[in-house]
């Protein structure tokens, strides 16, 4: 997947130095604003650390150069198109409302901290549908309600009736909070900016809350929008604590500011946020969300549905009442614990296949391992097979019940019943159920 960012990068860069060669600054910046911000993301998923290196090293050198523009652009007044559609397309600055001449473009900093905050736009849809998140349905309305609505029926938002402007979506972890936020992101028609505590903390002194600050002035150019900050507690702890550094405090202050400023005038921004801690939380903060969902774990019928959803297509014979069975086995088990127990489940067939010494030829002409006594069974293992040249007709069995009693009875949830009560009296003083 990532390999496609990469490659969309260095489409980018050639036809921007191509521009930029030809003299045609206007045309060449937006280019490299979009060359960055696919190098940037393709950086998020590279684990190689020497390709890293190279990409970074030609990231700060093309952002030099995209600053450089930037500064001949400002200089020479309204430069040819430079607000034509390809720079609003790159949203590398934003041209102050009312007009104006010399001087209302941003420095190069502002410019290259847009650049930075450009990657967290999520542009793709991550093709997470509601039917896909089990259960939780007041929490799928409420977020329907100040997602869906308002773009579609903004008939329905007059006088003091107003769209729910911010969410905290809490519970024990891999109960499928970010999940939802997938889910919201598919189905909104609206900007979806994906936020992680690391996007908005410099080692530079002063630039974390002007990041926070650009991030939803963004939010508010390409309105309608959605604001998703993952683990906000690691972002906004309580404030006044021995470890807050000042850099943090800015940042939660600067997020209190803008977070009134979002909820005062209607800008069709909307902030979601995920924790596993609310009690951590800074109170100015949690006030700061009008709605604030607990998403719980799993039901006995959500738990029956994910169990299906993570086995797919992949061929098995459980019945109805298997996938009844399996809900029931896993009381106090997280989506996440289910998900990776399926994945689990999945190598069992794997293990048996190579474990098999007897195999049987199916009527297609595979080879399926099977027990002795099976009509037509012949004593070979896996590795006879493939040295007669017939690995790539070996096939291991559909997944049993079986397969999933085995790996449930090595398996413990993860949630204690601790973490619980301190959620669920979270719930009970400041919450609404999922």
Same mark, same amino acid.
């Given at each position: 997947?990532?390999?496609?960012?990469?490659e969309q990068?260095?489409?980018?860069?050639k036809q921007?130095?191509?521009?930029?060669?030809?003299?045609?600054?206007a045309?060449?910046?937006?280019l490299?604003?979009?060359?960055?911000?696919?190098?940037?993301?393709?950086?998020?998923?590279?684990?190689?650390p020497?390709?890293?290196?190279?990409i970074?090293?030609?990231?700060?050198?093309?952002l030099?150069?995209?600053?450089?523009?930037?500064?001949?652009?400002?200089?020479?007044?309204?430069?040819p198109s430079?607000?034509?559609?390809?720079?609003?397309a790159?949203?590398p600055k934003?041209?102050?409302?009312?007009?104006?001449g010399e001087?209302?473009g941003?420095d190069?900093?502002?410019?290259?901290?847009?650049?930075?905050?450009?990657s967290a736009?999520?542009?793709?849809k991550?093709?997470?549908?509601?039917?896909?998140?089990?259960g939780?349905?007041?929490a799928?309305q409420?977020?329907?309600?100040?997602?869906?609505l308002?773009v579609?029926?903004?008939?329905?938002?007059?006088?003091?009736r107003?769209?729910?402007?911010?969410?905290?979506?809490y519970?024990?972890?891999?109960?499928?909070?970010?999940?939802?936020?997938?889910?919201?992101?598919?189905?909104?028609?609206?900007?979806?900016?994906s936020?992680?505590?690391?996007?908005?903390?410099?080692k530079?002194?002063?630039?974390?809350?002007?990041?926070?600050?650009n991030?939803?002035?963004?939010?508010?150019?390409n309105?309608? !929008?959605?604001?998703?900050?993952?683990?906000?507690d690691?972002?906004?702890?309580?404030?006044?604590?021995?470890?807050?550094?000042?850099?943090?405090r800015?940042?939660?202050?600067?997020?209190?500011v803008?977070m009134?400023?979002?909820?005062?005038?209607?800008?069709?921004?909307?902030v979601?946020a995920a924790?596993n801690?609310?009690?951590a939380l800074?109170?100015?903060?949690?006030?700061r969300?009008?709605k604030?969902?607990?998403?719980p774990?799993?039901?006995?019928?959500?738990?029956?549905?994910?169990?299906?959803?993570?086995?797919?297509?992949?061929?098995?014979?459980?019945?109805?009442?298997?996938?009844?069975?399996?809900?029931?086995?896993?009381?106090?088990?997280?989506?996440s614990?289910?998900?990776?127990?399926?994945?689990?489940v999945?190598?069992?067939?794997?293990?048996?296949?190579q474990?098999?010494?007897?195999f049987?030829? !199916?009527?297609e002409g595979?080879?399926?391992?099977?027990?002795?006594k099976q009509?037509?069974?012949?004593?070979?293992?896996?590795?006879?097979?493939?040295?007669?040249?017939?690995a790539s007709?070996?096939?291991?069995p559909?997944?049993?019940?079986?397969?999933f009693?085995k790996?449930?009875?090595?398996?413990?949830?993860?949630?204690?019943k601790g973490?619980?009560e301190?959620?669920?009296?979270f719930?009970?003083?400041?919450?609404?159920?999922?």
């Amino acid at each position: 997947m990532y390999s496609n960012f990469k490659e969309q990068a260095i489409e980018y860069v050639k036809q921007a130095v191509q521009e930029d060669n030809a003299g045609n600054y206007a045309k060449a910046f937006p280019l490299y604003m979009n060359a960055l911000e696919y190098f940037k993301t393709h950086l998020k998923y590279e684990k190689n650390p020497k390709i890293r290196e190279a990409i970074t090293l030609k990231f700060t050198e093309y952002l030099r150069r995209a600053e450089e523009i930037r500064a001949v652009l400002d200089e020479g007044g309204p430069g040819p198109s430079s607000n034509g559609d390809a720079a609003v397309a790159a949203r590398p600055k934003t041209k102050p409302k009312d007009g104006g001449g010399e001087g209302d473009g941003e420095d190069p900093e502002q410019a290259k901290l847009r650049a930075g905050l450009n990657s967290a736009i999520i542009r793709e849809k991550p093709n997470v549908n509601w039917n896909d998140v089990a259960g939780l349905e007041s929490a799928k309305q409420a977020l329907q309600e100040a997602v869906i609505l308002p773009v579609k029926f903004p008939q329905f938002f007059t006088g003091k009736r107003r769209p729910w402007r911010a969410f905290l979506l809490y519970g024990p972890p891999g109960t499928g909070k970010s999940y939802l936020a997938k889910a919201v992101a598919t189905e909104a028609d609206s900007t979806f900016f994906s936020i992680s505590s690391s996007d908005l903390v410099s080692k530079w002194m002063g630039e974390s809350e002007k990041l926070v600050s650009n991030l939803f002035q963004m939010a508010r150019d390409n309105a309608p !929008s959605i604001i998703f900050i993952d683990e906000i507690d690691s972002l906004c702890g309580q404030r006044g604590e021995g470890n807050e550094s000042e850099a943090s405090r800015r940042i939660k202050t600067e997020l209190l500011v803008q977070m009134q400023g979002v909820g005062n005038n209607d800008q069709k921004v909307l902030v979601l946020a995920a924790t596993n801690t609310p009690y951590a939380l800074d109170q100015a903060i949690r006030r700061r969300f009008d709605k604030r969902i607990y998403i719980p774990l799993p039901d006995l019928k959500a738990r029956q549905h994910m169990f299906k959803v993570h086995l797919g297509d992949t061929p098995h014979n459980l019945t109805e009442s298997d996938f009844e069975h399996l809900a029931s086995k896993t009381e106090g088990f997280s989506g996440s614990d289910i998900s990776v127990c399926v994945k689990d489940v999945l190598f069992e067939p794997v293990r048996k296949t190579q474990d098999a010494m007897f195999f049987f030829k !199916s009527p297609e002409g595979m080879w399926i391992p099977c027990g002795p006594k099976q009509q037509g069974a012949v004593q070979i293992t896996m590795q006879e097979l493939a040295a007669k040249g017939l690995a790539s007709k070996i096939l291991p069995p559909p997944i049993t019940r079986t397969d999933f009693d085995k790996v449930l009875a090595r398996q413990r949830p993860t949630v204690s019943k601790g973490d619980l009560e301190v959620h669920e009296r979270f719930t009970k003083e400041f919450g609404e159920e999922g």
